[in-house]
Nanobody, 123 residues
């Protein structure tokens, strides 16, 4: 089992920044990829970004490319999502998830999920 805990969400004004954290514990040696997904009010779950567990490979969704950066602290078993130039349409619950087999944006491939953290972008 892998446990994931997100933190760092909150209320921010348009154009502002937030940094989300995803702390992994348990069988972390089973992790191949950590993905970030989000679900806004009345919307389907959307892929945001992913990083392989070694931190050597990243991939971003089109709506966040050039604004968000995913990174990993290997010593802390933590993955971060730095979000800059935030827009109201970034408002959502953000989830991190762990995939033990592939490097993918497909949420159905991910086996373990955190509880989510709310990000609200509003003036």
């Amino acid at each position: 089992q892998v446990q994931l805990v997100e933190s760092g969400g909150g209320l921010v004004q348009p154009g502002g920044s937030l940094k989300l954290s995803c702390a992994a514990s348990g069988r972390t040696f089973d992790i191949y990829t950590i993905g970030w997904f989000r679900q806004g009010p009345g919307k389907e779950r959307e892929f945001v970004a992913c990083i392989n567990w070694s931190g050597s490979r990243t991939y971003y969704g089109d709506s966040v490319k050039d604004r968000f950066t995913v990174s990993r602290d290997s010593a802390a078993n933590t993955v971060y999502l730095q979000m800059n130039s935030l827009k109201p349409e970034d408002t959502a619950v953000y989830y991190c998830a762990a995939d033990g087999r592939d490097f993918t944006a497909n949420s159905h491939n991910y086996d373990y999920w955190g509880q989510g953290t709310q990000v609200t972008v509003s003036s």
